[in-house]
Every structure is written in structure tokens, then in C-alpha cells.
T-cell receptor, first 112, second 114 residues
Framework: GESVGLHLPTLSVQEGDNSIINCAYS??????FIWYKQESGKGPQFIID?????DKRQGQRVTVLLNKTVKHLSLQIAATQPGDSAVYFC???????????FGKGTKLSVKP | ETGVTQSPTHLIKTRGQQVTLRCSSQ?????VSWYQQALGQGPQFIFQ???????GRGNFPPRFSGLQFPNYSSELNVNALELDDSALYLC?????????????FGQGTRLTVV
């Protein structure tokens, strides 16, 4: 069935390096995407979103890129810090009810 | 802090029992969605409430039911608990039910069924 998936289940980076987390989606009708960060024992925390009429959006130290041609989404984290260690989910909103479809997540580990 | 609060934070129930989980949405938000997150998985959509009515439902059996109150807080009820119901239950509130509306999550309720 249709789903949002992630290319890499784990990612380990050195503190200070840039991190790139990738996500593929399968429904070309999806019009809104969100990246969430989830720390152990906590609920998902909103990081950044992007609508389908955009291909790039920047926040504080984070950038989301959307490639609708290949149905690919990425989250770039600049100067990764130990506090960035968490599981990152991309979520796709394509339901008429506005429900989010999540992938399994990528675990980011930052080495000091 | 998202302003979305859930209670209780942890709960242990016996198979066959019933459970009620509660969620207070962020001020001004009229839409609440519930998600189930099994260990190591992404959240799965259970259902959504908009202005006290169910606005959509995921692939969950009828023993998962909910309510939304006039103040937009919400309850998730699960009857006849099964071991596989053990999970983190997340509530998300949003300003509206639209497909491009940000959803903010609470900390979740960790349910363990034994």
C-alpha cells in the first residue's frame, strides 16, 4: 500500500557535521509534509513543514527539500549537536481528514 | 511545550479490561487526532475529532472509540484490551481539520497490557 518510508534506519554523525535524513513518499497527491523529532519517552516535536507548492524551506539550522518529480523529501540539519540525537520522522498529510501518515523513522546519533 | 497535555502518562492494564485516555488540546485548537505508536514504529492514525464529531478513522477496530467535548478536549477509549494494544498513545491537536494544518503532539500515554 501507499506509505511514507525512510531510506536509512540509523544515521551516525560527528558533532558539528551536517546531517541529511531522507524520506520517500508514494502518493503524488500529497500536499503537505512535516518533519518531526522524537526523543526517547516523548511525543513527536514539530520541526519544519513544507507545502507541495514549494521545493525548499529553511528554519533555524534546518532545511527541508522537496522533490516532487521523484517523490523525495529530505531534512538537512546544519552543525549537528548532541541535542539533535533523536528519531526523526517525516509525515505526509494526504487524507481528507487531515491525518498524518508516518514512516518508521531514522535514528540520528551524534558523536561528541 | 506544545500546550497539548495527556493523562495519565503511564498505565498498566490487564487483558480484557477497558481503558480511557485523556487529552487537552492546545488553546484555540478545535481538532484532535489520536495515534498509536508501537515500539520502534511510526505513529499510526486511529481517528480524528473535529468540533465534537468524528472526522475520519484509520484501520482500527470498533473497540477503539473516542469523544470530543465542547472545550475540544478528547478521550480515547479502548475496550477488551489485547496484548498488542501495548503502545504509546499520542494525541495531536491542530487549529483546523485541513490537510495543511500543523499538528502538535502531546507527550503521550504509555499503555502496557499484561
Amino acid at each position: 500500500g501507499e506509505s511514507v518510508g525512510l531510506h536509512l534506519p540509523t544515521l551516525s554523525v560527528q558533532e558539528g557535521d551536517n546531517s541529511i535524513i531522507n524520506c520517500a513518499y508514494s502518493n503524488s497527491a500529497s500536499d503537505y509534509f512535516i518533519w518531526y523529532k522524537q526523543e526517547s519517552g516523548k511525543g513527536p516535536q514539530f520541526i519544519i513543514d513544507i507545502r507541495s507548492n514549494m521545493d525548499k524551506r529553511q528554519g533555524q539550522r534546518v532545511t527541508v527539500l522537496l522533490n516532487k518529480t521523484v517523490k523525495h523529501l529530505s531534512l538537512q540539519i546544519a552543525a549537528t549537536q548532541p541535542g539533535d540525537s533523536a528519531v526523526y520522522f517525516c509525515a505526509e498529510n494526504r487524507g481528507s481528514q487531515g491525518n498524518l501518515i508516518f514512516g518508521k523513522g531514522t535514528k540520528l546519533s551524534v558523536k561528541p | 511545550e506544545t500546550g497539548v497535555t495527556q493523562s495519565p502518562t503511564h498505565l498498566i492494564k490487564t487483558r480484557g479490561q477497558q481503558v480511557t485516555l485523556r487529552c487537552s488540546s492546545q488553546s484555540g485548537h478545535n481538532t484532535v487526532s489520536w495515534y498509536q505508536q508501537a515500539l520502534g514504529q511510526g505513529p499510526q492514525f486511529i481517528f480524528q475529532y473535529y468540533r465534537e464529531e468524528e472526522n475520519g478513522r484509520g484501520n482500527f477496530p470498533p473497540r477503539f472509540s473516542g469523544l470530543q467535548f465542547p472545550n475540544y478536549s478528547s478521550e480515547l477509549n479502548v475496550n477488551a484490551l489485547e496484548l498488542d494494544d501495548s503502545a504509546l498513545y499520542l494525541c495531536a491537536s491542530s487549529l483546523d481539520r485541513g490537510s495543511t494544518t500543523e499538528a502538535f503532539f502531546g507527550q503521550g500515554t504509555r499503555l502496557t497490557v499484561v
